[in-house]
């Protein structure tokens, strides 16, 4: 499910505005645009910002596209040390699931966390995706 840009965690108000400007007002938009290193170049120089936080915006949007993923859980699995589908493709579901408990007791992001079966469901879904991302 396509998230708004405002929800991706990284766009405040005039980056969204930006954004706008640009055409890009949902996640898939900012996937689109920022699939190739040289697309990411030329839109970092339009939003006057990094090519780096051109690639983490898109590596989240990348995110949102695995149904049960959203806001939180993505911050989760950042902090976790899974910040694109290509690591979460490559996870075991009961590592992560563990590795998420520890950076959730320490950081107290989720309210809930995700059961085991649901990871293992993002990790298939990842391996399923098509790659839209290059590096």
Do not use: C
Request: charged fraction near 25%; glycine fraction near 8%.
């Amino acid at each position: 499910m396509a998230l708004t840009v405002k929800e991706i965690k990284g766009v405040d108000e005039k980056l969204a505005a930006l954004l706008k400007a640009q055409g890009i007002g949902v996640s898939d938009d900012l996937l689109a645009r920022a699939a190739t290193p040289a697309a990411r170049k030329g839109l970092a120089a339009a939003l006057q910002i990094g090519t780096k936080e051109v690639l983490e915006l898109a590596n989240r949007a990348d995110l949102a596209r695995i149904s049960g993923i959203g806001g939180v859980f993505s911050d989760l699995l950042e902090q976790a040390g899974v910040d694109t589908v290509k690591e979460l493709a490559a996870r075991r579901a009961d590592n992560l699931r563990t590795k998420l408990v520890e950076v959730n007791t320490a950081s107290q992001l989720a309210g809930r966390l995700p059961t085991e079966a649901q990871v293992a469901d993002w990790i298939a879904q990842a391996k399923a995706l098509p790659r839209l991302l290059q590096y």
